[in-house]
C-alpha cells in the first residue's frame, strides 16, 4: 500500500513574522551566524517555518530533537557486547549524527533535561561529538545549524546554551487584522487541499530557493568596511555585552544580509539590522526593556560613525 504524500506548508507562504524569516534566513546562507532561538507564544509560526526549510533546500533535513528524548538517541551508543565479542568498535549514531551537515531543531528547548542540554553545548562548541562506553570511544563530526524554539512562560533558558545561539528573535501573534484574515484563510486552505495550496506557492518558493543559493555564492564576496568593525565595537561596549561574540556575529550577520539582497558592500543599515538579532541576549549592562534594546543608545552610536565616516572622508582616508 502507498503511503500518501505528505506536503509541509510553504515557507513563503507563511504571513507576518518578517524578523524570524529573515533570521532563518540569514542562517541557511550563512551557517557561521550562530543558529538561532526563537521566542514566543504558541501558534505563532515557530515550528511551522522551521519545518518549512526543507522546502527551499533540497539538500537540507531537518533533524529534530524530541523533550523527552534521550542520552542515547541523541548522542548514539556503542554496542558493548559486539565490541568485546569481535573486537570492532559498532556504532549506533544517533540524531547529533544526522544533523550533521543538516539543522537541528529542538522544539520547547529550555524543557530539555539537564544532561540532553550539555550534549548540546559539547557538540556545538567543537563541532563534534564523542562517545564513550566502558572505556571505548567513538568521535564523528557533528556540524549543524542549531535552531530552537520556545514559549517563554514556561521557563527560562539555561544561561550556557542561550550564549551558543548567534542569533535571537522574538515573536508575537500579529494584531493587524488584515494578516490574522490572510493567515485563516491560508491555514483552512492547507488543510483542505495541500498538494494544491503547496502548488499555488511553487513559483515563490523556487524564487527564494534561488536567491537563497545565489546568496551562499555570493557572501564571501561581500565586502565590509573598517569603519563598521569599529561601528560593530562601540555598539557592542556600549549595551555591555561580555566577550566578542557579539561583535563578530553582528558582522557575520551584516555581511548575510548584505549578500541576501545582492550588495557588494554591508552598510550600516545592514548592522543595525543585525544588531536586533545578536545583541538583546547578549547584553549585561544597560538591559532591555520589555525585551527591546534602547534605540536611543544605537541612534547617538550610529550618528557619531556618521560623523567620524565624513571626516576621514574630507582628510582624504579611505575605510
Known amino acids: ?34 543558529g538561532v532561538l526563537i521566542r514566543g507564544q504558541k501558534g505563532t509560526a515557530k515550528t511551522t517555518a522551521v519545518r518549512a526549510i526543507p522546502g527551499l533546500m533540497k539538500d537540507c533535513r531537518v533533524v529534530e530533537i524530541p523533550a523527552n528524548a534521550t542520552e542515547d538517541r ?50 556545538a562548541a ?15 563530526s557533528a556540524r549543524f545549524v542549531l535552531i530552537g524554539s520556545m514559549n ?27 494578516k490574522r484574515v490572510q493567515i485563516i484563510e491560508n491555514r483552512m486552505a492547507y488543510e483542505k487541499n495541500p498538494g494544491y ?19 551562499r555564492e555570493f557572501l564571501p564576496k561581500v565586502r565590509v568596511p573598517k569603519e563598521l568593525l569599529r561601528l560593530a565595537a562601540q555598539i557592542c561596549v556600549a549595551y555591555g555585552t561580555d ?3 557579539a561583535d563578530i556575529g553582528m558582522i557575520r550577520t551584516a555581511q548575510t544580509i548584505a ?22 541576549h547578549r547584553m549585561r549592562k544597560n538591559p532591555l526593556e520589555d525585551g527591546q534594546m534602547d534605540p536611543q543608545v544605537m541612534e547617538e552610536i550610529l550618528s557619531a560613525g556618521k560623523k567620524s565616516s565624513r571626516e576621514s572622508e574630507a582628510s582624504g582616508e579611505g575605510d
Request: proline letters at 4%; charged letters at 35%; one cysteine or more.
Open 126 to 140: 567543537t563541532g563534534r561529538n564523542t562517545v564513550e562506553r566502558e572505556g571505548i570511544s567513538c568521535t564523528h
Open 74 to 123: 541523541v548522542a548514539g551508543t556503542i554496542d558493548i557486547e559486539a565490541a568485546l565479542k569481535d573486537g570492532e568498535k559498532q556504532f549506533q549514531p544517533g540524531l547529533l549524527k544526522e544533523a550533521d551537515g543538516n539543522i537541528l531543531y529542538v522544539d520547547e528547548i529550555n524543557l530539555l533535561d539537564d544532561h540532553i542540554v550539555d550534549l548540546l553545548l559539547d557538540a
Open 259 to 280: 549578500a541576501l539582497e545582492g550588495r557588494k558592500k554591508a552598510s550600516r543599515e545592514d548592522l543595525e539590522r543585525a544588531a536586533r538579532y545578536v545583541l538583546p
Open 197 to 215: 495550496f503547496c502548488r499555488k506557492y511553487k513559483e515563490s518558493q523556487e524564487e527564494l530557493s534561488e536567491r537563497i543559493r545565489s546568496a
Open 243 to 245: 566577550g566578542h561574540r
Open 152 to 178: 517563554p512562560e514556561e521557563g527560562n533558558l539555561r544561561p550556557q546554551l542561550l550564549d551558543r545561539f548567534g542569533m535571537v528573535v522574538d515573536v508575537e501573534a500579529e494584531t493587524d487584522v488584515d
Open 1 to 34: 500500500m502507498m503511503r500518501e504524500k505528505t506536503y509541509d506548508y510553504p515557507f513563503t507562504a507563511i504571513v507576518g513574522q518578517e524578523p524570524m524569516k529573515e533570521a532563518i534566513l540569514i542562517n541557511l546562507v550563512n551557517p557561521s551566524a550562530g
